[in-house]
């Protein structure tokens, strides 16, 4: 499974973006089956979990961005969404999507390549 991350940019505070996660050379019920996530990145801190949803598309957020996120997956089209709404100069970081595969198909996470939002004041 490869993951390709896309939709970061430079935005104003207040503003929106809406990032893609793309996987391929991912069976669909491989990717049906796997759970996702979007982390990110902050210089000098740590990873943190964003968003994430189930197989069934249960999904929990981080409190600092309840109600502002959204995170949404289309199994046909085997790509997670994030979309990030009211951004804040706080949630500038490199945002990461993850996919943890069923323990059926291993149950292994795969990690796309990051992409970057800046959130301007």
């Known amino acids: 499974v490869q993951l390709q991350a896309s939709g970061g940019g430079s935005v104003q505070a207040g503003g929106s973006l809406r990032l893609s996660c793309a996987a391929s050379?991912?069976?669909?019920?491989?990717?049906?089956?796997?759970?996702a996530g979007w982390y990110r990145q902050a210089p000098g801190k740590e990873r943190e979990l964003v968003a994430r949803?189930?197989?069934?598309?249960?999904?929990n957020y981080a409190d600092s961005v309840k109600g502002r996120f959204t995170v949404s997956r289309d199994n046909g089209k085997r790509t997670v969404y994030l979309r990030m709404n009211d951004l804040k100069p706080e949630d500038t970081a490199v945002y990461y999507c993850?996919?943890?595969?069923?323990?059926?198909?291993?149950?292994?996470?795969?990690w796309g390549q990051g992409t970057q939002v800046t959130v301007s004041s």
């Open positions: 993850n996919l943890e595969l069923s323990k059926s198909y291993g149950g292994t996470q795969h």
């Open positions: 949803i189930t197989t069934s598309s249960i999904t």
């Open positions: 050379r991912s069976i669909l019920s491989v990717f049906a089956g796997a759970a």
